[in-house]
């Protein structure tokens, strides 16, 4: 049986919703599995045979989740963190990308393989030094840390500011040289503005890592200081230390919940940038 051109083209669009309906409901399943889990009482989450959905949903875990870390307080200490590291991480990352993409010197190339470089480090290889510096001039539990941790920037935010610089076209320099123009100010009145895409992709990094990051809040601040994700992690147990499952996802809920409603609200202009600062290199 012969297909014509048009139903080939509506069998292959058919398999490629189905492929990709099987992608989305495998990536989707951990979060499925997650507000289930939240819906469920104690007793269902040991019950065998398991079931994914419950018999009977408690809403009371929910607001358990909220009150039982004074979630909004952590909350609020998290947004802080993320703003304090956000700003410097960003910028020093724009700089860098911008010197590598227009200050051509025989050392460039080298120096910018070594930041890519560092993409390769495990965390732990630089936060233990860190520790040990700040805890001899005496400079921890300080919300100011952050600003440090993000002043040199991020390897792969370097990376796409560079390529976003690239593509723009060298003769607006020039002409803003001529008008007499001086660096500062051509950065910053003409090149910062042509990479919005790319500060928007850069905050959302950014702000993923600060966020979601564990080990730096656990060792520079102390409890009442500290991240959402630290909480979260030792916050949902019993008097006996039994952790409270269903009620700490619960709590994950919410802690997800921003990156969630960010990403799909930037969603467009985030692969839209990831794809222009593809092009060129």
Request: proline share 5%.
């Amino acid at each position: 049986m012969a297909f014509t051109h048009s139903s080939r083209d509506r069998l292959f669009s058919t398999i490629r919703f189905i492929v990709l309906l099987v992608i989305v409901t495998v990536f989707f399943l951990p979060i499925i599995s997650m507000i289930a889990t939240s819906l469920k009482r104690l007793d269902e989450l040991y019950r065998v045979p398991a079931r994914l959905f419950p018999q009977k949903p408690v809403l009371e875990n929910f607001a358990l989740g909220w009150t039982m870390i004074n979630f909004g307080k952590y909350l609020l200490n998290s947004i802080i963190l993320s703003c304090l590291y956000i700003v410097p991480a960003v910028m020093s990352s724009c700089f860098a990308g911008y010197a590598f993409a227009r200050f051509k010197v025989r050392e460039s190339n080298g120096i910018f393989m070594v930041v890519l470089a560092t993409l390769m480090v495990p965390a732990m290889v630089t936060i233990m030094p860190f520790y040990m510096i700040l805890t001899g001039i005496g400079f921890l539990d300080q919300r100011f840390l952050w600003v440090l941790l993000g002043l040199p920037g991020l390897p792969f935010v370097i990376f796409l500011f560079r390529q976003f610089f690239s593509t723009i076209p060298a003769s607006l320099e020039e002409s803003a040289r001529i008008d007499g123009a001086g660096s500062l100010r051509i950065f910053f009145a003409i090149m910062f503005p042509l990479v919005k895409t790319g500060i928007v992709i850069a905050c959302i990094f950014a702000f993923q890592w600060s966020w979601s990051e564990y080990l730096a809040p656990v060792l520079f601040l102390s409890d009442d200081k500290t991240s959402l994700a630290v909480k979260i992690m030792g916050g949902y147990s019993d008097q006996k230390e039994n952790i409270l499952y269903n009620v700490a996802m619960a709590g994950v809920f919410y802690y997800t919940l921003p990156l969630v409603i960010i990403f799909f609200a930037l969603q467009k202009r985030f692969v839209a940038g990831l794809l222009e600062g593809g092009i060129k290199g």
